[in-house]
C-alpha cells in the first residue's frame, strides 16, 4: 500500500472518531498534510507530516506506517510518531484550567430547593 485516503488516515489512527468527523475537519481547514490545507481526498504517503486540530489543540504527527483499517491504541506508535511540541502541549493546559476557573455556576432552570427558597424570600410560600 502505497497511498491512503486522508480522511481514512485519521479515522484509523483514532484522530477522529468516525470518518464523517474527518472529513468534516479536513473541510474545515483543520488538518494540513504537509503544511498545506488537504481535502479528505488528499494522498498519505510514508514520511508525510499531519497536523490536525483536535479541539483547542493542534497535534503534529509523522507517517511511519499506512493502513486503512482501524488501529488498537497499542500499536498507534507503529503507524505514527508524535512531534507535538511541549510548548504547544503547555498552552492547551492552560486554556483548560482557565476554562474550569471561569464556568458559570448555578445557570439553567431552578431546582425544587432553589425554587422554593425564592418563593420563601418573595414572600409567595403556599
Same mark, same amino acid.
Given at each position: 500500500?502505497? &497511498? ?7 479515522? /484509523?489512527? $483514532?484522530?477522529? !472518531? &468516525? =470518518?464523517?468527523? /474527518? &472529513?468534516?475537519?479536513?473541510? %474545515? #481547514? /483543520? ?5 498545506? #490545507?488537504? %481535502?479528505?481526498?488528499? %494522498?498519505? $504517503? ?11 489543540? *493542534?497535534? #503534529? ?5 499506512? *493502513?486503512? !483499517? ?10 505514527? *510518531?508524535?512531534? &507535538? ?9 492552560? =486554556? =483548560?484550567?482557565? /476554562? =474550569? *476557573? ?9 431546582? !425544587? !430547593? ?13
Amino acid at each position: 500500500m502505497e &497511498t491512503v485516503r486522508l480522511d481514512k488516515w485519521l479515522w /484509523a489512527m $483514532r484522530l477522529y !472518531k &468516525t =470518518r464523517a468527523r /474527518a &472529513t468534516a475537519a479536513c473541510r %474545515k #481547514s /483543520a488538518v494540513l498534510l504537509n503544511g498545506e #490545507s488537504a %481535502k479528505a481526498s488528499a %494522498k498519505v $504517503r510514508i514520511g508525510d507530516r499531519v497536523d490536525a486540530r483536535l479541539r483547542e489543540l *493542534t497535534r #503534529s504527527y509523522l507517517v511511519n506506517e499506512l *493502513t486503512d !483499517k482501524r488501529v488498537g491504541a497499542a500499536k498507534l506508535p507503529e503507524f505514527i *510518531t508524535d512531534q &507535538t511540541t511541549g510548548e504547544e502541549l503547555e498552552k492547551a493546559r492552560l =486554556r =483548560r484550567e482557565n /476554562a =474550569r *476557573t471561569h464556568q458559570y455556576q448555578g445557570g439553567g432552570r431552578p431546582t !425544587k !430547593k432553589n425554587r422554593r427558597d425564592l418563593e420563601k424570600f418573595f414572600g409567595r410560600e403556599g
